[in-house]
């Protein structure tokens, strides 16, 4: 069975760090990956994602994610962290194309200290 | 253009109980999927329905059961509640299933809190 492991439960940075979040996941076959953030009292809404091509992909506000075939992962990175960032972040993947299910792992908690 | 709505946005029954929440896809989706979110969790994958029909389930009892209607919208029915089935339960729209869509981006609603006691 599919399973994503997302180790960093909670993190804390200040504005201006940099930032990178993990992400591992098991299937050893083709996936699509996805990075999906919940602001507080929001929805959740699509970051980035990833089925093919660039490993490198970049999403909205400013942050972006490599894809790691031989490492099973795909790490989401963000130069330069803002306040508003400040969110619960979902990496998820698929293993066929399009809308099969997600697997979701358990989410990291990110607070950006103004 | 209205995104995905869910109802009721909280609620509370007790054990032994049933609940039907509902969903309203985005405006042009037709596909609508259901994940239940413990808390400290991430989303698990109740099933998915296109066509009126349930196309994927996860692994969840019998007891969770749902619906689609011609206008696409859904129901998720859960029968005989346990504690453990306290959590979010969250909507998604998309548009096709697997394959007919190509940009794999699942619209999620806000929800609906669901408290067993």
């Known amino acids: 069975a599919q399973s994503v492991s997302q180790h960093n439960h909670h993190v804390i940075l200040s504005e201006a760090a940099s930032l990178e979040l993990g992400c591992n996941y098991s299937y050893g076959g083709t996936v699509n990956l996805f990075w999906y953030v919940q602001y507080p009292g929001q929805h959740l809404q699509l970051l980035l994602k990833?089925?093919?091509?660039?490993?490198l992909v970049k999403g909205i506000k400013g942050f972006e994610a490599e894809f790691i075939k031989s490492k099973f992962s795909f790490n989401l990175r963000k130069p330069s962290v803002q306040w508003s960032d400040t969110a619960e972040y979902f990496c998820?993947?698929?293993?066929?194309?399009?809308?099969?299910?997600?697997?979701f792992g358990t989410g990291t908690r990110l607070t950006i200290i103004p | 253009d209205a995104g995905v709505t869910q109802s009721p946005t909280h609620l509370i029954k007790t054990r032994g109980q049933q609940v039907t929440l509902r969903c309203s896809p985005k405006?042009?989706?037709?596909?609508v999927s259901w994940y239940q979110q413990a808390l400290g969790q991430g989303p698990q994958f109740i099933f998915q329905?296109?066509?009126?029909?349930?196309?994927q389930r996860g692994n969840f009892p019998d007891r969770f059961s749902g619906h689609q209607f011609p206008n696409y919208s859904s129901e998720l029915n859960v029968n005989a509640l346990l504690l453990g089935d306290s959590a979010l339960y969250l909507c998604?729209?998309?548009?096709?299933?697997?394959?007919?869509?190509?940009?794999?981006?699942?619209?999620f609603g806000e929800g609906s809190r669901l408290t067993v006691l």
């Open positions: 998820a993947v698929t293993y066929n194309f399009g809308n099969e299910k997600l697997t």
């Open positions: 329905y296109y066509e009126e029909e349930e196309r």
């Open positions: 998604a729209s998309s548009s096709g299933p697997s394959g007919r869509s190509n940009t794999g981006e699942l619209f």
């Open positions: 990833y089925f093919s091509g660039d490993p």
């Open positions: 405006s042009g989706h037709d596909t």
